[in-house]
Structures are given as structure tokens and as C-alpha cells.
């Protein structure tokens, strides 16, 4: 049969498939992102197919001149893609053939498109581990200066988004910081899970020929063949992997635009987003609103949604290849696109705030997040803890009805509630000595965070070399 359509299978059938299932069936609109993982792959295929006598060194010369020439025309933009190639496997190795004739067939020999797909995503999802390392790394930076450069900083701790206990501001920026460090990790774990070479599996169980899958492996730069053929035409896990790490990330940024928003509000003014990162209303012109913490909050929706897809295309899927696996793509590579935008916001956003100490310190003082370390300090003197706790209640409660603070009480004025509380009371309500007191490894005290800001700076380093090396 001659038909125009006629399909790379197509001397098993009598006719061809009809446009609309020809455009249903193609995966390459999203595919065709990772035509230079399919060209080196195919090169470092046929140059083991040379090696190894299977086809002629003429013909692995012919074929890496004309797939690098290929290449050539895609990064120019002037290669046509055309539907009736289902994927840019098909595009490229159809188009090899028009152009170099014989040898072009000769390319997928011992390969099936099942490992090759396989091979090329591999490959895409580790370039995709290292600019989303890369864009977490930046935001690490970012998250450790501005906890440096703001050292000394008091601002309210909440639980329940009630004042709880002062903190420092670098205490809270740090804690992002970690979150962003599990992820980086989480990242590295999803890399390694592609760091393995499917190729050389065929369509489900190996091939005849006497592939040297070793060789393919240490051209292309993987750490390892696989072990079981039908594994790896049909594992999917490094990419599921990956769209959690992008969730969990997401979350993260989800959590601290969330505090953006609310500091930057008129009730709270801890901070000022750069007009850079801030929009306008286009009725109220009093407005200013932080429209991309709130964007990246929102987009964590999509991702989420992203990993949800992965997972229930994989779920209930016999071995080994299956078409459905087709539909692995878009939405992993949606939402690595997506965080990698979101991190790229959030270092700018966090980088460019204008951090509003004197209200910080205020809202620090107020809330009676004092009253702790007042029982605390009754219970130095002596009395029960439980006591403590009584005392300090009515206190708080008569401040409460005259509007005062505990740091605005007098010593006599603090002496008159209980005979325990002598001249040295005032130190136990000052904020400053409240947060200095949490001493312990990993708590708010200047001395704590000091040490904390060094072990970041040395994972950070410690990070940035393995991103390096990868
Ligand atoms: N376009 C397919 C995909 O992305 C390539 C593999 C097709 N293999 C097959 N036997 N139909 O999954």
C-alpha cells in the first residue's frame, strides 16, 4: 500500500490510520523537547552497533553526520515536523533516511522505540534534576544572605497564628532554608533513579544481537545498565520521583508565600515587597498587591495535580510497555517547568524585601510572649512551676485590662503582685534575653543561629559541589 500516511508499521496493515487518530496517537507536540537527548542517544546507539560489527563503521559515520545534521536544522528552526511522524523518534529517523537513504535503516537495529523513548527520558529528566538543583541552590543563597545580613532581628513566633514566643527573623528564614535543603536532596534521589541506562532492553526482552550496553551506558553518562529488560522499558518510578520532590518544593514555596502575603499586609507591615514583584489595582490606586506569592501559592495546585496524573497513569499497568505510558510526559515536565519558575520568583521576591525591624519588634513585644519566661524565672526563685503559672496568669490579666506590657511593669509594680519577683524580674521580660535563653542546639538564641547560619553555609557549599559534579 502507498498511502501518504503510510505509518513506520505499515507493511503489516491495509490501511492507514485516519488523521484524527494519527494526531490522537502522537506524542510528538511533547516529545519533540528532548530531540538532543534522541540524537545522542541514537549516535551513541549506532556507534555501539559499529563497534560491535553489527553495521558498517561507513554507515555509523553516515549516521552521525546526517543526525548532527538533523540537529542542526532543529536548533535553527528550520526542520518540519510533521504529524504523521507519531513521535520525534519517528520525525528524526524518518527524516535520516530521506537524507543518507540506506544506512538510515540500518540506525534501529537491536532497539525498539520502547527503550529508546525509555533512554531519552532518562537522560531529559536528569538535565531537568539539574536546573531544578540549580534554581533550589540559588533560593538557598538567597534564604541564607538575608538571614545573615538581618542577624539580631526579634519578631514574633506564632503556633495557631497566635503570638507564642519571640524569635529571630534569621531563625524563621533559616527554617525555609532546610525545607529547601530536603528538597535538594529529594531532587538528587530522583536524578539517581535516572541515572541508569534503559537502551539495550528492545521492545521487552532484549535482542539477538551482541550489544555492548556497557559502552552505550559510559557514552551517554550513566552511572548503570538495568538489570531486567522488562523493568526497563515499562519503570516510570525516577519520573513519579521527580514530581514529588517538585510537590513537596512546591509546598515549601506555598508556605512561605502564604507568610509573604500576610507580613506584607497593613495589620502586620513586617516586610515591603519590591515594587518589582508587586501589581497594581486597576481601580483602586492605594492598591499594591503581592501578586506573585500569591501566583506561586496557586501553582502549587498544578503540580500537585502533576504528580497526582504520573501516578494513576502508572497505577494497574501490566508489563511491560504500554501506550499509556505516552501520557508519562506533559505533566512531569509541567510541573519541573513550573517549580523552576516559582523558585526563580521566590529568590527575587525574598532578595528584594525590605525588612520592617521596628514592627517586628513591636508585635514582639506585645502578646505578653514574655509570660513563660516570667513563671520560668518564679520557679528560679523557688516557687512550684504550677504556682509560677497562676501568678504570671493574673498579671497578664491585669495588664490585659490597663493595655500595658509585661515589659512596661516596674519592678516595685512587679514586686507588689509577688514578694518572689526582686530588681533582676525586668531582665526576665526583655526580649532580647528571652530569645538569647533558648540555648539549646537547633533553638532561637543568638548563639544557637550563630552556629546554625555556619552549618548552612557548609551544606550550602557542600550542595553547590555535588550539583557541580553531576
Ligand atoms: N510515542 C511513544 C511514547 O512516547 C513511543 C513508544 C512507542 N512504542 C510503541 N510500541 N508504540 O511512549
Same mark, same amino acid.
Given at each position: 500500500?502507498?498511502?501518504?500516511?503510510?505509518?513506520?508499521?505499515?507493511?503489516?496493515?491495509? *490501511? #492507514?490510520?485516519?488523521?484524527?487518530? %494519527?494526531?490522537?496517537?502522537?506524542?510528538?507536540?511533547?516529545?519533540?523537547?528532548?530531540?538532543?537527548?534522541?540524537?545522542?542517544?541514537?549516535?551513541? $546507539?549506532?556507534?555501539?552497533?559499529?563497534?560491535?560489527?553489527?553495521?558498517?563503521?561507513?554507515?555509523?559515520?553516515?549516521?552521525? *553526520?546526517?543526525?548532527?545534521?538533523?540537529?542542526?536544522?532543529?536548533?535553527?528552526?528550520?526542520?518540519?515536523?510533521?504529524?504523521?511522524?507519531?513521535?520525534?523518534?519517528?520525525?528524526?529517523?524518518?527524516?535520516?533516511?530521506?537524507?543518507?537513504?540506506?544506512?538510515?535503516?540500518?540506525?534501529?537495529?537491536?532497539?525498539?522505540?520502547?527503550?529508546?523513548?525509555?533512554?531519552?527520558?532518562?537522560?531529559?529528566?536528569? $538535565?531537568?534534576?539539574?536546573?531544578?538543583?540549580?534554581?533550589?541552590?540559588?533560593? *538557598?543563597?538567597?534564604?541564607?544572605?538575608?538571614?545573615?545580613?538581618?542577624?539580631?532581628?526579634?519578631?514574633?513566633?506564632?503556633?495557631?497564628?497566635?503570638?507564642?514566643?519571640?524569635?529571630?527573623?534569621?531563625?524563621?528564614?533559616?527554617?525555609?532554608?532546610?525545607?529547601?535543603? *530536603?528538597?535538594?536532596?529529594?531532587?538528587?534521589?530522583?536524578?539517581?533513579?535516572?541515572?541508569?541506562?534503559?537502551?539495550?532492553?528492545?521492545?521487552?526482552?532484549?535482542? /539477538?544481537?551482541?550489544?555492548?550496553?556497557?559502552?552505550?551506558?559510559?557514552?551517554?553518562?550513566?552511572?548503570?545498565?538495568?538489570?531486567?529488560?522488562?523493568?526497563?522499558?515499562?519503570?516510570?518510578?525516577?519520573? +513519579?520521583?521527580?514530581?514529588?520532590?517538585?510537590?513537596?518544593?512546591?509546598?515549601?514555596?506555598?508556605?512561605?508565600?502564604?507568610?509573604?502575603?500576610?507580613?506584607?499586609?497593613?495589620?502586620?507591615?513586617?516586610?515591603? +515587597?519590591?515594587?518589582?514583584?508587586?501589581?497594581? #489595582?486597576?481601580?483602586?490606586?492605594?492598591?499594591? @498587591?503581592?501578586?506573585?506569592?500569591?501566583? /506561586?501559592?496557586?501553582?502549587?495546585?498544578? &503540580? &500537585?495535580?502533576?504528580? %497526582?496524573?504520573?501516578?494513576?497513569?502508572?497505577?494497574?499497568?501490566?508489563?511491560?510497555?504500554?501506550?499509556?505510558?505516552?501520557?508519562?510526559?506533559?505533566?512531569?515536565?509541567?510541573?519541573?517547568?513550573?517549580?523552576?519558575?516559582?523558585? $526563580?520568583?521566590?529568590?527575587?521576591?525574598?532578595? /528584594? +524585601?525590605?525588612? @520592617?525591624?521596628?514592627? +517586628?519588634?513591636?508585635?514582639?513585644?506585645?502578646?505578653? %510572649?514574655?509570660?513563660?519566661?516570667?513563671?520560668?524565672? !518564679?520557679?528560679?526563685?523557688?516557687?512550684?512551676?504550677?504556682?509560677?503559672?497562676?501568678?504570671?496568669?493574673?498579671?497578664?490579666?491585669?495588664?490585659?485590662?490597663?493595655?500595658?506590657?509585661?515589659?512596661? !511593669?516596674?519592678?516595685?509594680?512587679?514586686?507588689?503582685?509577688?514578694?518572689?519577683?526582686?530588681?533582676?524580674?525586668?531582665?526576665?521580660?526583655?526580649?532580647?534575653?528571652? &530569645?538569647?535563653?533558648?540555648?539549646?542546639?537547633?533553638?532561637?538564641?543568638?548563639?544557637?543561629?550563630?552556629?546554625?547560619?555556619?552549618?548552612?553555609?557548609?551544606?550550602?557549599?557542600?550542595?553547590?559541589?555535588?550539583?557541580?559534579?553531576?
Amino acid at each position: 500500500m502507498a498511502g501518504e500516511n503510510k505509518a513506520l508499521w505499515g507493511g503489516r496493515f491495509e *490501511r #492507514s490510520p485516519e488523521r484524527f487518530t %494519527m494526531e490522537f496517537g502522537a506524542s510528538l507536540p511533547v516529545d519533540r523537547k528532548f530531540w538532543r537527548e534522541d540524537i545522542q542517544g541514537s549516535i551513541a $546507539h549506532a556507534r555501539m552497533l559499529g563497534k560491535q560489527g553489527i553495521i558498517s563503521m561507513d554507515d555509523v559515520e553516515a549516521i552521525e *553526520r546526517g543526525l548532527l545534521a538533523i540537529g542542526e536544522r532543529i536548533e535553527a528552526g528550520d526542520f518540519v515536523f510533521d504529524i504523521n511522524d507519531e513521535d520525534i523518534h519517528m520525525s528524526i529517523e524518518s527524516q535520516l533516511t530521506r537524507d543518507i537513504g540506506a544506512a538510515g535503516g540500518r540506525l534501529h537495529t537491536g532497539r525498539s522505540r520502547n527503550d529508546q523513548v525509555a533512554c531519552d527520558t532518562h537522560l531529559y529528566a536528569k $538535565h531537568l534534576c539539574q536546573a531544578l538543583a540549580e534554581k533550589v541552590l540559588e533560593l *538557598r543563597a538567597c534564604l541564607l544572605k538575608v538571614a545573615q545580613d538581618n542577624m539580631g532581628v526579634v519578631m514574633p513566633g506564632y503556633t495557631h497564628l497566635q503570638l507564642a514566643q519571640p524569635v529571630l527573623f534569621s531563625h524563621h528564614m533559616l527554617a525555609y532554608y532546610w525545607m529547601l535543603t *530536603r528538597d535538594f536532596k529529594r531532587i538528587l534521589a530522583a536524578y539517581d533513579a535516572a541515572d541508569v541506562l534503559p537502551l539495550g532492553s528492545a521492545a521487552l526482552a532484549g535482542t /539477538t544481537y551482541p550489544l555492548d550496553r556497557d559502552y552505550v551506558a559510559q557514552q551517554l553518562g550513566f552511572k548503570e545498565v538495568s538489570k531486567n529488560s522488562l523493568d526497563a522499558v515499562s519503570d516510570r518510578d525516577y519520573l +513519579m520521583d521527580l514530581a514529588y520532590a517538585c510537590s513537596v518544593c512546591m509546598i515549601h514555596l506555598s508556605r512561605l508565600s502564604e507568610e509573604l502575603i500576610l507580613w506584607s499586609t497593613s495589620e502586620f507591615r513586617f516586610i515591603r +515587597m519590591d515594587d518589582a514583584y508587586s501589581t497594581g #489595582s486597576s481601580i483602586m490606586p492605594q492598591k499594591k @498587591n503581592p501578586d506573585f506569592a500569591e501566583l /506561586t501559592r496557586g501553582k502549587t495546585g498544578r &503540580v &500537585v495535580g502533576d504528580l %497526582m496524573g504520573i501516578l494513576v497513569v502508572m497505577k494497574s499497568l501490566p508489563l511491560a510497555y504500554n501506550k499509556d505510558m505516552q501520557e508519562d510526559k506533559e505533566g512531569v515536565f509541567d510541573a519541573v517547568e513550573t517549580v523552576c519558575d516559582c523558585l $526563580h520568583c521566590m529568590t527575587g521576591m525574598v532578595s /528584594t +524585601m525590605k525588612v @520592617n525591624r521596628e514592627r +517586628m519588634r513591636e508585635d514582639a513585644e506585645c502578646g505578653f %510572649m514574655a509570660a513563660t519566661d516570667l513563671a520560668d524565672y !518564679l520557679v528560679g526563685k523557688g516557687v512550684p512551676f504550677r504556682q509560677a503559672h497562676e501568678i504570671v496568669g493574673e498579671l497578664v490579666l491585669k495588664c490585659e485590662k490597663m493595655g500595658r506590657t509585661l515589659q512596661s !511593669l516596674s519592678p516595685a509594680e512587679l514586686a507588689e503582685h509577688s514578694s518572689y519577683f526582686a530588681t533582676d524580674a525586668v531582665k526576665a521580660v526583655d526580649i532580647d534575653a528571652i &530569645v538569647a535563653r533558648r540555648t539549646t542546639a537547633g533553638g532561637t538564641g543568638h548563639a544557637a543561629v550563630a552556629t546554625q547560619l555556619e552549618q548552612a553555609a557548609q551544606q550550602l557549599a557542600a550542595d553547590q559541589a555535588l550539583a557541580a559534579a553531576l
